[in-house]
């Protein structure tokens, strides 16, 4: 059976054609010629027709300020077009593996493995009673597009699925064509870049529409697939494995526009977004459950649900009797909608909570089964039962997040007002003060922010305000509290000591936080028992914790332990630690959850989700696991319905799997040998990365030959680009780190010093034969191999050398041949160790590169000609600035 009429070579053909019309339509048949001859010249070059690239150098010289910008919004333009090509070519492979029983890493596929194995149904029950998975998105700053020119992309992609998917007529192919065409237009003519930088909502906004418009409905497909493979397989009943949360409007960490009134607002909002596609599914199902009383048995509980509605609310019962006589669960359905009218509102009635809805679907779905209708309960409501199950009242809790110093600051302030030195008080002491007053019944500061600094004052307004929000949305909405830079026991207590004193927290008892520390920098990560250790020693966050169900969740940051420590150093630290993290929850017999704060890019922790999964040490796989998904990764895997679907399906068979082999297997051993390797390579690298950002001159050559001043002024997202306005590696941001590095095509942080270190143990006596050992057998060495693979096949050191010419000579000289050389030896043994010819193994990927390079290169060459310029027209600027834009959506990634 033929699934599509099309295929990703005719989308962009046809993409690309229609692109052309319009350039020549909307600027003129020159600025068409012009992007010819950038294009052919790119080409030519790459296939070897051309000796080099001078031509396209002379003919981007002499480009009048106008036709720069028709050049760069016409390659922008055709790479955010090639995306969706790509995209539906994914949705292909989806459908198309689907339908062949081939597609990997699918629940049917979770099903398979286990049965191979021999799993028994009650392990197979713990595993999936053991399981969460908490994808948590985040406002970090680097999606580059506009929502508008993200909404016009989704039109294109929804035609070029009606192409794709439907058997059409000609007349309506011609009409689909036709609006093609037209959006096409639309976008020609919309501004790319954004004027004004976005503000916190927008950004809190942008994550409600990928919740509410895609997952939302997702949700009950992805059950529907977990009972009917690995639940069917087993006999077991498939509990609640995933969740959403959010940081969009509530994560203060760097970010001053986030603030409380801007949190409410998101709290709001989503209440109301997730009850309106509720009212919508409860209308859905009275179009659906229209059962004739007469006909069917209304089971006693059900009648006294309905019975109690109808005291609740005579005067709606009355009308729905009227309405829907001898129809009970219509009636029932008209009365939930009121009540979920009501949730939030002055008028009484409506639901306290969503577990009070899910008692009413739950009703309905017990009779419905009564009366031998399981496969209606199983298409039309189990779905709703699943959403309500998965997104509450809340569609995505917020997690609180901000800078310890802002808490150290806080209480420092606040102590003072009673006489209290904190600030002059050592750790221990710290620690003693804060337990103390924790654990006592009267409360030891005002909360009140007069008279303290403005920084001190919004932390102190900050947990008040969050206690009367949990009082209003249910603590669930809001209950978790993540500190940045955590490198000292007393900054976890002092969170849970202004939980205490704003009522969040009343203990032995209660707790209405999760305490979550994120350990990002080596001291933080290296010091872990001493800061774990202590807080599980501690009484009052023992107390806590018991309160809390026994689980601690610990934050990793891989973007500021990559910035600080390059790409090998830090990926090796960060699987250490969290094997010692795993250690330390085990010795004081408490549940741990990590947090992986991952990036889009390979150097911020990204790559496939679901290889890291099965990568990680297997004495840490709980079952609970949590990670950041933010920017232009976001509408990559959530956008699309189909695609968002895999993307959980993925995630979810790799969590299953990692579990059981944890609690099959127990802890996992690792050769001394391969340690001692690890060690000794980590070591080296991490020295050859410190001495390259630590040489003079460094950061000039790295402010002279990338765009870091355009991507600050991108308004890519409401946060400031760097901490203190200050020009230092240390200062900047991880992402427009990574994000000026990805635009001059010189992935720095994504393999730099991989090569140094891996040399530094052969020359200490280690065997090659020892790293492809580690790589065949030692998934973690595996992955990481790969990700420095995938970041070194997206570098291309011909452009990068393009930018090096912007450096002064000395500059140039003293740090490009030592990037290049690095580079050449990492590609050198990346494919020795893993045995490939070619730096990537997935045939997908090498197609999309070599599709996608001749491109980006009149991009990049545009890019460092307009960098060259001392006095640039408004024209030009823009044009820049869409070259930023161009060159992320062909490389698919910012930061």
Same mark, same amino acid.
């Not at 099309?6 to 992007?35: I, K, M, Y």
């Not at 970090?140 to 016009?152: F, G, I, L, S, W």
């Not at 939980?499 to 209660?510: M, N, R, T």
């Not at 969740?553 to 150093?569: C, P, R, T, V």
């Given at each position: 059976?033929?699934?599509?009429?099309r295929d990703?070579?005719?989308?962009v053909?046809?993409?690309?054609?229609?692109?052309?019309?319009?350039?020549?339509?909307?600027?003129s048949?020159?600025?068409?010629? %012009?992007?010819?001859?950038?294009?052919t010249?790119?080409?030519?070059?790459?296939?070897g027709?051309?000796?080099?690239r001078?031509?396209?150098?002379n003919?981007?010289?002499?480009?009048?300020?106008?036709r720069?910008?028709?050049?760069?919004r016409?390659?922008a333009t055709?790479?955010e077009?090639i995306?969706?090509?790509?995209?539906?070519?994914?949705?292909?492979?989806?459908? =198309?593996?689907?339908q062949?029983? +081939?597609?990997?890493?699918?629940?049917?596929?979770t099903?398979? +493995?286990l049965?191979?194995?021999d799993?028994?149904?009650?392990?197979?029950?713990?595993v999936?009673?053991?399981?969460?998975?908490v994808?948590?998105? %985040?406002a970090h700053p680097?999606e580059?597009r506009r929502?508008?020119v993200?909404a016009?992309?989704?039109s294109?992609?929804?035609l070029?699925e009606?192409?794709?998917?439907?058997r059409?007529?000609?007349?309506e192919?011609?009409r689909i064509?036709?609006?093609?065409?037209?959006?096409i +237009?639309?976008?020609?003519?919309t501004?790319?870049?954004?004027k004004r930088? $976005?503000?916190v909502a927008d950004?809190?906004?942008?994550?409600?529409?990928y919740?509410?418009?895609?997952l939302?409905?997702?949700?009950g497909?992805?059950?529907?697939?977990?009972?009917? !493979?690995?639940g069917?397989?087993?006999?077991?009943?498939?509990p609640?494995?995933?969740?959403f949360?959010?940081?969009a409007?509530?994560?203060?960490?760097?970010?001053?526009?986030?603030?409380?009134?801007?949190?409410?607002e998101? #709290?709001?909002?989503?209440?109301?977004?997730?009850l309106?596609r509720?009212?919508?599914?409860?209308?859905?199902?009275?179009?659906v459950?229209?059962?004739?009383?007469?006909?069917?048995?209304?089971?006693?509980?059900? =009648?006294?649900s309905?019975?109690?509605d109808?005291?609740r609310f005579?005067?709606?019962?009355?009308?729905a009797t009227d309405r829907? $006589?001898d129809?009970p669960?219509?009636q029932k359905?008209?009365?939930?909608?009121?009540?979920?009218?009501?949730?939030?509102?002055?008028?009484?009635?409506?639901y306290?909570?969503?577990?009070?809805l899910l008692?009413?679907?739950?009703?309905?779905v017990?009779?419905?089964?009564a009366?031998?209708a399981?496969?209606?309960?199983?298409?039309?409501v189990?779905?709703l039962r699943?959403?309500?199950?998965?997104?509450?009242?809340?569609?995505?809790?917020?997690?609180?997040?901000?800078?310890?110093e *802002?808490?150290?600051?806080?209480?420092?302030?606040?102590?003072?007002?009673?006489?209290i030195?904190?600030?002059?008080m050592d750790?221990?002491e710290?620690v003693?003060?804060? !337990?103390?007053?924790i #654990?006592?019944?009267?409360?030891?500061?005002?909360?009140?922010?007069?008279? #303290?600094s403005?920084?001190?004052?919004?932390v102190? %307004?900050?947990?008040?305000?969050?206690?009367?929000?949990?009082?209003?949305y249910?603590?669930?909405?809001?209950?978790?509290?993540c500190?940045?830079?955590?490198?000292?026991?007393s900054?976890?207590l002092?969170?849970?000591?202004?939980?205490?004193?704003?009522?969040i927290?009343?203990?032995?008892?209660?707790c209405g936080?999760?305490?979550?520390?994120?350990l990002? !920098?080596?001291?933080?990560?290296s010091?872990?028992?001493?800061?774990?250790g202590t807080l599980?020693?501690?009484?009052?966050?023992?107390?806590?914790?018991?309160a809390r169900?026994g689980?601690q969740?610990?934050?990793l940051?891989?973007?500021?332990?990559?910035?600080?420590?390059?790409?090998?150093?830090a990926?090796?630290?960060?699987?250490r630690?969290?094997?010692?993290l795993?250690?330390i929850?085990?010795?004081?017999?408490?549940?741990?959850?990590?947090f992986h704060g991952?990036?889009?890019?390979?150097?911020?922790?990204?790559?496939?989700?679901?290889?890291a999964?099965?990568?990680?040490p297997r004495?840490?796989?709980?079952?609970q696991v949590?990670?950041t998904?933010?920017? =232009?990764?976001?509408?990559?895997k959530?956008?699309?319905p189909?695609i968002?679907?895999?993307?959980?399906e993925?995630?979810?068979?790799?969590?299953i799997?990692?579990r059981?082999?944890?609690?099959?297997?127990g *802890?996992?051993?690792v $050769?001394?040998e391969?340690?001692a390797?690890?060690?000794a390579?980590?070591?080296?690298?991490?020295? =050859?990365?410190r001495?390259?950002?630590e040489?003079?001159g460094?950061?000039?050559?790295?402010?002279?030959?990338?765009?870091?001043?355009?991507?600050?002024?991108l308004?890519?997202g409401?946060?400031?680009?760097?901490?203190?306005?200050?020009?230092?590696?240390?200062?900047?941001?991880a992402i $427009?780190?990574?994000?000026?590095?990805?635009?001059?095509?010189?992935?720095l942080?994504?393999w730099?010093?991989?090569?140094?270190?891996?040399?530094?143990y052969?020359?200490?006596g280690?065997?090659?034969?020892t790293?492809r050992?580690?790589?065949?057998?030692w998934?973690?060495f595996r992955?990481?191999?790969?990700?420095?693979?995938?970041?070194?096949?997206r !570098?291309?050191?011909e452009i990068?050398?393009e930018?090096?010419?912007?450096?002064?000579?000395?500059?140039?000289?003293?740090?490009?041949?030592?990037?290049?050389?690095e580079?050449d030896?990492?590609?050198?043994?990346?494919?020795?160790?893993?045995?490939r010819?070619d730096?990537?193994?997935?045939e997908?990927l090498?197609e999309?590169l070599?599709?996608?390079?001749?491109?980006?290169d009149?991009? *990049?060459?545009?890019q460092?000609h307009?960098?060259?310029?001392?006095?640039?027209?408004?024209?030009?600027?823009?044009a820049?600035r869409? +070259?930023?834009?161009g060159v992320?959506?062909?490389?698919?990634n910012t930061?």
């Amino acid at each position: 059976m033929r699934l599509h009429a099309r295929d990703v070579r005719q989308d962009v053909r046809e993409l690309a054609a229609l692109l052309g019309d319009v350039l020549s339509r909307q600027a003129s048949a020159e600025a068409f010629d %012009t992007v010819e001859t950038l294009r052919t010249g790119a080409i030519d070059y790459r296939r070897g027709d051309a000796a080099s690239r001078d031509a396209l150098r002379n003919e981007i010289a002499h480009l009048s300020p106008e036709r720069t910008g028709h050049v760069a919004r016409a390659f922008a333009t055709y790479f955010e077009l090639i995306n969706l090509a790509e995209e539906r070519q994914r949705v292909r492979a989806i459908r =198309e593996g689907t339908q062949a029983g +081939t597609l990997e890493d699918s629940l049917r596929t979770t099903a398979e +493995t286990l049965a191979e194995e021999d799993a028994d149904s009650e392990t197979v029950e713990r595993v999936l009673e053991d399981v969460n998975v908490v994808p948590t998105f %985040t406002a970090h700053p680097t999606e580059a597009r506009r929502k508008t020119v993200k909404a016009k992309l989704r039109s294109v992609a929804f035609l070029l699925e009606e192409l794709d998917e439907h058997r059409l007529t000609d007349r309506e192919r011609e009409r689909i064509e036709r609006r093609l065409e037209s959006e096409i +237009t639309n976008l020609w003519e919309t501004r790319q870049v954004r004027k004004r930088r $976005p503000e916190v909502a927008d950004e809190a906004r942008n994550v409600l529409w990928y919740l509410e418009n895609v997952l939302f409905d997702i949700v009950g497909e992805v059950y529907d697939e977990l009972e009917r !493979t690995v639940g069917q397989e087993f006999d077991t009943d498939v509990p609640e494995l995933f969740a959403f949360r959010s940081w969009a409007g509530s994560d203060r960490d760097g970010n001053p526009f986030v603030t409380p009134e801007v949190t409410a607002e998101t #709290l709001e909002h989503q209440r109301e977004s997730v009850l309106a596609r509720y009212r919508d599914e409860l209308k859905r199902l009275s179009g659906v459950l229209s059962q004739d009383g007469d006909r069917v048995e209304t089971s006693d509980r059900f =009648e006294s649900s309905l019975d109690s509605d109808r005291e609740r609310f005579p005067t709606i019962a009355e009308r729905a009797t009227d309405r829907y $006589p001898d129809e009970p669960y219509r009636q029932k359905l008209a009365l939930m909608r009121e009540r979920i009218d009501r949730v939030g509102s002055v008028r009484p009635g409506g639901y306290e909570d969503a577990d009070e809805l899910l008692a009413d679907v739950d009703v309905i779905v017990d009779s419905l089964r009564a009366n031998g209708a399981e496969s209606v309960v199983e298409t039309e409501v189990e779905p709703l039962r699943r959403r309500v199950e998965t997104f509450g009242f809340t569609l995505a809790a917020l997690d609180l997040r901000d800078h310890q110093e *802002n808490h150290t600051r806080a209480i420092a302030e606040a102590l003072e007002r009673e006489g209290i030195d904190y600030e002059s008080m050592d750790e221990d002491e710290r620690v003693e003060l804060l !337990t103390e007053a924790i #654990l006592q019944d009267e409360r030891l500061i005002d909360l009140d922010p007069s008279g #303290l600094s403005d920084a001190a004052g919004r932390v102190l %307004t900050l947990f008040s305000e969050t206690a009367d929000w949990q009082r209003e949305y249910g603590r669930e909405a809001i209950d978790t509290y993540c500190i940045s830079m955590t490198e000292e026991p007393s900054h976890v207590l002092e969170v849970l000591f202004l939980a205490d004193q704003a009522g969040i927290a009343e203990l032995p008892g209660y707790c209405g936080l999760d305490v979550v520390p994120l350990l990002e !920098t080596e001291y933080a990560l290296s010091g872990a028992r001493r800061i774990v250790g202590t807080l599980f020693e501690n009484d009052a966050y023992a107390a806590a914790l018991d309160a809390r169900g026994g689980t601690q969740e610990i934050m990793l940051g891989y973007s500021d332990s990559n910035k600080e420590n390059g790409f090998l150093a830090a990926n090796w630290s960060l699987y250490r630690n969290q094997k010692r993290l795993a250690d330390i929850a085990d010795d004081y017999d408490v549940t741990l959850r990590l947090f992986h704060g991952r990036g889009g890019s390979i150097s911020r922790g990204g790559g496939p989700m679901n290889e890291a999964l099965l990568a990680l040490p297997r004495e840490s796989v709980s079952g609970q696991v949590k990670f950041t998904e933010q920017g =232009e990764a976001i509408a990559e895997k959530y956008a699309n319905p189909a695609i968002a679907e895999r993307n959980v399906e993925q995630m979810l068979d790799a969590q299953i799997r990692a579990r059981y082999n944890a609690l099959r297997a127990g *802890n996992e051993t690792v $050769p001394d040998e391969w340690t001692a390797a690890m060690d000794a390579a980590a070591d080296a690298a991490r020295d =050859e990365y410190r001495d390259l950002l630590e040489t003079e001159g460094f950061v000039g050559y790295f402010e002279e030959t990338t765009p870091i001043r355009v991507i600050e002024d991108l308004n890519l997202g409401s946060r400031p680009a760097s901490r203190s306005g200050e020009r230092s590696v240390e200062d900047l941001r991880a992402i $427009p780190w990574v994000f000026s590095w990805t635009q001059s095509r010189c992935i720095l942080p994504g393999w730099y010093a991989l090569a140094a270190g891996l040399d530094a143990y052969l020359e200490d006596g280690g065997d090659i034969d020892t790293l492809r050992e580690m790589y065949d057998e030692w998934s973690f060495f595996r992955t990481t191999l790969d990700n420095a693979a995938t970041s070194l096949a997206r !570098t291309d050191l011909e452009i990068a050398a393009e930018y090096s010419t912007l450096a002064s000579a000395d500059l140039r000289e003293e740090f490009f041949p030592r990037l290049r050389a690095e580079y050449d030896r990492c590609v050198e043994l990346v494919t020795d160790i893993t045995g490939r010819s070619d730096l990537l193994d997935r045939e997908w990927l090498r197609e999309s590169l070599s599709r996608r390079n001749p491109y980006v290169d009149p991009l *990049n060459l545009l890019q460092v000609h307009l960098l060259r310029q001392t006095h640039l027209t408004e024209t030009e600027r823009r044009a820049l600035r869409l +070259t930023v834009t161009g060159v992320a959506a062909g490389m698919k990634n910012t930061g």
